[in-house]
């Protein structure tokens, strides 16, 4: 994981009987929360103290893509670069910083933290508002909509998502074990449907 400052790492919060009855007595908030469960990104709401006030249905399942177990616990990666938010402040009290950071598995980048400031009315402090975003649910999404939107077959469809996921078209042919001449013909009739698709709409 990267992150903008590093600072030492601390036991990872966990989601308490105090915070949930906390979260409980925020009846206006409650509203907010359940927006919040619409969204595709991973949303937290994290107390300076370490109290986990929300944690919205992606974020649990990040949680244990992370952990790889059935938790509730904000996973170590997610915590240190919360720390290093409220570290900010107290070197820069007046402004309204916003750190980002990466945490990868295996090599391979998976999800893009963002950790903001959120003023909350019932609160006495500024929380943290933290948004995770899945890299590859992301992707599968947007290839999803291309699908659709382009006619594109279940073959054409696999060559699409490792192309946009920044594979080459010989580890294209690769993972797919097909040809890399077999590549460059899907990748020519998925531009040519998509050159048709972008003519359409311009008519």
Known sequence: MTSPKMIAVQEAPVLTEKSLKQSQKLEPYNLFQGILEGFMDGILIITQTGELLHANQTAKQIFQQLSHEKSQSIPEEIWQICQSLIESKKLFPSEKLVLESEITQNNTFNFRLRVRWFAIEQMSQECLLVTIEDKHQSLR???????????????????????????????????????????????????????????????
Do not use: C, F, G
């Open 141 to 203: 999404e947007i290839v999803i909509s291309d699908v659709h939107q382009y006619d594109l077959t279940p073959r054409e469809a696999e060559v699409w998502l490792l192309y946009r996921a920044n594979y080459s078209y010989k580890e294209i042919a690769e993972k797919l074990y097909i040809t890399i001449n077999t590549v460059k013909k899907h990748m020519k009739n998925i531009h040519a449907k998509r050159k048709s698709a972008i003519d359409d709409e311009a008519i």
